[in-house]
């Protein structure tokens, strides 16, 4: 069980900075713990620390340094531990997990709907940006960005792209990781003048965009 003395018994109190917390998010130390705990339970994967707390931070479910703080206290009680010799990725203990299964009904249902959602997206996310990496290199006449798209032992695709400045490079970097598997088979569509796959993938692309100005208008349904 968490080790941790509640303010007059109260599950609930809220003993935590509101700042940058959505209406419904957690507001008590115990619940946020509670929280990354039910979290590691349910991705069932290791989790970088700054992955936890991007997920939290990122949907207003609790504030950013009360998240960090609680981390660190279930590290401290032996309720997480890390998994690696650099300290980077971190996983339940017997006592974390127990912890998960017993109080996980305390929390909100939307709360952990969205923290787990996050996780998931988050993670494959990372997982893109690992694979396939960008590098960005400043020279005397702007920035180069080089793109690789990974094929697992091989790179598919490594393209250089010129940037006049930093704020453009870094929007091809985002780009580019938004959807890699995109780009490629439009690379492949132009070079392979393959009528029908350049079709379906300047189709999908457009498609891609205009979900992306759906998403920055405040919408998420998608047609």
Same mark, same amino acid.
């Given at each position: 069980?968490?080790?941790?003395?509640?303010?007059?018994?109260?599950? @609930? !109190?809220?003993?935590?900075?509101? #700042?940058?917390?959505?209406?419904?998010?957690? %507001?008590?130390?115990?619940?946020? %713990?509670?929280?990354?705990?039910?979290?590691?339970?349910?991705?069932?994967?290791?989790? =970088?620390?700054?992955?936890?707390?991007?997920?939290?931070?990122?949907?207003?479910?609790?504030?950013?340094?009360?998240?960090?703080?609680?981390? /660190?206290?279930?590290? +401290?009680?032996? &309720?997480?531990? +890390?998994?690696?010799? &650099? &300290?980077?990725?971190?996983?339940?203990?017997?006592?974390?997990?127990?912890?998960?299964?017993?109080?996980?009904?305390?929390?909100?249902?939307?709360?952990?709907?969205? !923290? $787990?959602?996050?996780?998931? #997206?988050? @993670?494959?996310?990372?997982?893109?940006?690992? =694979?396939? +990496?960008?590098?960005?290199?400043?020279? /005397?006449?702007?920035?180069?960005?080089?793109?690789?798209?990974?094929?697992?032992?091989?790179?598919?695709? *490594?393209? /250089?792209? $010129?940037?006049?400045?930093?704020?453009?490079?870094?929007?091809?970097?985002?780009?580019?990781?938004? &959807?890699? #598997?995109?780009?490629?088979?439009?690379?492949?569509? *132009? @070079?392979?003048?393959?009528?029908?796959?350049?079709?379906?993938?300047? *189709? =999908?692309?457009?498609? =891609?965009?205009?979900?992306?100005? %759906? +998403?920055?208008?405040?919408?998420?349904? #998608? *047609?």
């Amino acid at each position: 069980m968490l080790k941790y003395k509640m303010k007059d018994g109260d599950d @609930m !109190a809220f003993d935590t900075f509101d #700042e940058g917390i959505n209406y419904g998010g957690v %507001r008590s130390k115990n619940e946020i %713990r509670t929280l990354i705990c039910y979290l590691f339970d349910s991705i069932g994967k290791p989790m =970088e620390k700054s992955t936890v707390v991007e997920v939290i931070q990122n949907k207003g479910l609790a504030n950013y340094f009360e998240t960090s703080s609680c981390f /660190d206290d279930l590290i +401290a009680h032996n &309720n997480i531990k +890390a998994v690696d010799e &650099n &300290n980077n990725f971190y996983c339940l203990t017997d006592n974390g997990t127990m912890v998960a299964k017993q109080l996980e009904n305390t929390l909100p249902l939307s709360v952990k709907e969205k !923290a $787990y959602t996050c996780a998931l #997206e988050l @993670m494959e996310q990372k997982r893109i940006e690992k =694979e396939n +990496a960008v590098t960005i290199s400043k020279t /005397d006449k702007g920035y180069n960005v080089n793109c690789k798209i990974s094929g697992g032992d091989v790179d598919l695709v *490594s393209i /250089d792209i $010129y940037a006049p400045d930093s704020k453009q490079a870094k929007l091809i970097k985002k780009n580019f990781h938004h &959807n890699p #598997e995109l780009l490629y088979k439009v690379i492949m569509a *132009s @070079m392979t003048q393959n009528e029908d796959m350049i079709d379906d993938s300047l *189709s =999908e692309l457009k498609k =891609e965009i205009q979900r992306k100005k %759906r +998403a920055n208008a405040g919408y998420t349904s #998608e *047609s």
